[in-house]
């Protein structure tokens, strides 16, 4: 079996990311069609759920957002409510930006950058060449998207006739992503650092889902991990300076 953490000279860097980023598509898929599903179950039709993934792009924000627009929310409400859950993606450029080569070209490219994507690619890229960071990256991401494009456009089409046929599938495709994040997260718990800041963010975030505040609780555990790397950090860096002296 090959490794996905080594080198194969023989393949381009697009298709070396699009190589790692297969495991990927076992979550975005089925959680795709899940959208799809309920995007057209909400009167959205077939070509506007499509749109929604392929411009939008945001997971979780895509079914606040049918599911508020459904409901006659507000249009400023379902923008706010957009945003304030996508806020966790300001803390993911810091720590991939020394990663990459510096260039212009990476603002078109973060459209791509979901929370899957940056694990994958904050685990990846330090072991790739600097020269074919770009490519890597750009294979992986277009692979993500094209997934749940697609995956959307089967679940708005045929969705109801897949649960139909298979009622525990509708039970099922829910769980596929989050199974797919603990995959991601778990190689991580390997320093006590990394411990504090991933515990302190499950926990918040399962805190705030009991206490009902679902549409929060993924911005503040994100904040809130953040926040917790960046103070361990500092006294870890001030612990070594005073002990340097």
Known sequence: MNNPTTNDSSLSPWLQGMRDAMPLLGGYIPVAISFGLIATQANFSVWEATAISAL??????QFLMVAMLASGASTWLVVVMTLLINARHVVYAPNLTPLVPPGRRWIALMH???DQVFALAHNRLPQLPMATRQGWYSGAALL?????VLGTTLGAV???????????????????????????IAPRFT??????VL???????????????????????????ALA???LMALNQK?????GH
């Open 191 to 196: 320093s006590p650092l990394w411990f504090i």
């Open 158 to 184: 045929a969705g109801a006739s897949l649960t139909q046929q298979w009622p525990l599938l509708g039970e099922v495709m829910p769980f596929a992503l989050p199974a797919l994040f603990l995959v991601l």
């Open 112 to 114: 791509g950058l979901t």
């Open 56 to 61: 939008i792009y945001a997971g979780a924000s």
């Open 144 to 148: 993500a998207w094209v997934s749940w």
């Open 239 to 243: 612990t070594g300076a005073e002990h």
């Open 229 to 231: 790397y960046y103070v």
């Open 199 to 225: 515990g302190l963010t499950i926990g918040t975030a399962l805190m705030l889902a009991v206490l009902q505040f679902s549409n929060a609780a993924i911005p503040v555990a994100a904040a809130a991990g």
